[in-house]
Structure formats: structure tokens, C-alpha cells
């Protein structure tokens, strides 16, 4: 299967390939869409575009999303939310299923650790996917994203084979 793992934003969306077969993880391809500066539908509508020629570019399985972290600046916030939006909607519309996950149960999954940090989650992506050069911090998040979600399927089927 190969699995997109996206993490959103409205600066740099990082987002991530991986196969996964049965309990193997290889690493396929990563890289950060970067919409740009100026009105914000501009900037909605470069990450629309952007995030569409990566799905057109790999034959996909699935995808998971990073859930939006709520801080205290509300207008980013919805920024943010806007840009999470765009990023749910392009796989969706490639017929792909989406998956969310919070960040906690992101980090826990990859480093074990619920608050662990961009330093740990980038060398456990490089742990995890030997010989993967990452582009940013954006882009090992995203794979992390994809790795969380090969190892909540790979439960799942277990659970459904043992029923």
C-alpha cells in the first residue's frame, strides 16, 4: 500500500509517501508545498494545486491528516483551518480515504513519546526509514503522519483477523 501522510499549513505543507507491507515501511518520496505570500484564497488555491500534482503523481491507497493544533490566536487558527481544509479535500477528491490523527497520537506512534520534539520525530523518521533524505521539518512531520497511519491499519487488521 502506499500510504500520504500530510501535514498542514498555510506557509508549508509537508507532506510524505510511504509502502508499507505488512509490518515494512520503505520511505517512496517527500517534499513541502509552499503556496507563497499574498490574499489568502491565492495562497488556498497554490496548495490545492500543489497537493493535486503530488496525489496525480503516486497510486495512492490512502492519506492522513494531522489534526489542527488550537492556539491561543484565534485568526491563525482559522488560517490554519482553512489551509487543513484544502489539505483533506485534495485527496478526497482522488476517491482516497482520509484519516486524522492528533498530534500527540502522531508523536507517540513514531517516537514514543507524546510531546517529543521536530529534532526527535526527524531522526526517528530517518531510523524508521533507512536511506530517506528528508527535504524539512515539514516534510518528516508528514511522514511521521504516514507512519502513524500504516501502523493504526496494520492493528486494525490484525483486530479484524483475529475475530
Known amino acids: 500500500m ?12 509537508g507532506w510524505g509517501v510511504i509502502e508499507t507491507d505488512a509490518n515494512r515501511l520503505r520511505h517512496v518520496a517527500n517534499g513541502v508545498v509552499r503556496p507563497g505570500t499574498g490574499p489568502l484564497a491565492d495562497r488556498l488555491l497554490r496548495l490545492h494545486e500543489g497537493l493535486t500534482q503530488v496525489v496525480a503523481e503516486f497510486h495512492l491507497d490512502g492519506a492522513a491528516v ?53 529534532t526527535q520525530i526527524g531522526h526517528m523518521i530517518s531510523v ?15 511522514l511521521a503522519v504516514a507512519v502513524c497511519h500504516a501502523h493504526h491499519l496494520a492493528t486494525a487488521v490484525r483486530l479484524e483477523a483475529a475475530q
Open 66 to 118: 494531522e489534526e489542527t493544533f488550537v492556539n491561543r490566536d484565534g485568526k491563525a487558527t482559522l488560517k490554519l483551518g482553512q489551509a487543513r481544509g484544502i489539505v483533506m479535500l485534495v485527496p478526497a477528491q482522488a476517491g482516497l480515504p482520509v484519516a486524522e490523527y492528533p498530534a500527540n497520537t502522531i508523536k507517540k506512534s513514531v517516537v514514543g513519546y507524546g510531546h517529543a520534539d521536530k
Open 2 to 13: 502506499l500510504l500520504l501522510g500530510l501535514d498542514p499549513g498555510l506557509r508549508n505543507t
Open 128 to 142: 524508521l526509514l533507512p536511506g530517506s533524505v528528508v527535504d524539512s521539518a515539514d516534510a518528516a512531520d508528514a
